[in-house]
Antibody
Framework: QVQLQQSGPGLLKPSQTLSLTCAISGDSVSSNNAAWNWIRQSPSGGLEWLGRTYYRSKWYRHYAVSVKSRITINPDTSKNQFSLQLNSVTPEDTALYYC???????????WGQGTLVTVSS | SYVLTQPPSVSVAPGKTATITCGGNKNAIKSVHWYQQKTGQAPVLVVYDDADRPSGIPERFSGSKSGNTATLTISGVEAGDEADYYCQVWDSTSDYVFGPGTKVAVL
């Protein structure tokens, strides 16, 4: 059974960098059959995919156009986890952030518990 | 970009059938996956690839697709089915796309 455990601060000021980590158990961040995603949910409820990383002989990263200039997702093979960095946050980045796995089937099947991130001065 | 549409809410009496639609803005909607999200919890996959159920999901949850529209049907609705339901597809230009969600209220 795959489990994802998120960690990271929940309160930021505008212009700061959001940093979250997702620790994986029951699978490997280096798996050739999985991808590791960050998805956020706005206060109004909508789900927005932010990006993913995966390993297929080398590391790949794909990002949503809406955040592409500010986002970095990195794997950490030594700790079997992956991270999200989102630079220059604004109040519009206030959301519940989830990490999620997509298996070989291509849809998010396991989700972390979620981290509420609030951006406020 | 790929856009999905869902009704904002559906109300259903216990024991009856709830039907939630998901429409795509391109010709034939791609493989659709459905998630249930209860208050304060992460989304849970209830239907994948249009009509398949993950292990542990009751048979009361079923999915179908026709043309540009996918449908999630909950038969014999129970109070515990009250939740938000999201459809999701993968698109080569938009990557993972979610519908806006449908709130199912059990009367």
């Amino acid at each position: 059974q795959v489990q994802l455990q998120q960690s990271g601060p929940g309160l930021l000021k505008p212009s700061q960098t959001l940093s979250l980590t997702c620790a994986i158990s029951g699978d490997s961040v280096s798996s050739n059959n999985a991808a590791w995603n960050w998805i956020r949910q706005s206060p109004s409820g909508g789900l927005e995919w932010l990006g993913r990383t995966y390993y297929r002989s080398k590391w790949y990263r794909h990002y949503a156009v809406s955040v592409k200039s500010r986002i970095t997702i990195n794997p950490d093979t030594s700790k079997n986890q992956f991270s999200l960095q989102l630079n220059s946050v604004t109040p519009e980045d206030t959301a519940l952030y989830y990490c999620a796995r997509t298996g070989s089937s291509g849809y998010p099947d396991y989700w972390g518990q979620g981290t509420l991130v609030t951006v406020s001065s | 970009s790929y856009v999905l549409t869902q009704p904002p809410s559906v109300s259903v009496a216990p024991g009856k059938t709830a039907t939630i639609t998901c429409g795509g803005n391109k010709n034939a909607i791609k493989s659709v996956h459905w998630y249930q999200q209860k208050t304060g919890q992460a989304p849970v996959l209830v239907v994948y690839d249009d009509a398949d159920r993950p292990s542990g999901i009751p048979e009361r949850f079923s999915g179908s697709k026709s043309g540009n529209t996918a449908t999630l049907t909950i038969s014999g609705v129970e109070a515990g089915d009250e939740a938000d339901y999201y459809c999701q597809v993968w698109d080569s230009t938009s990557d993972y796309v979610f519908g806006p969600g449908t709130k199912v209220a059990v009367l």
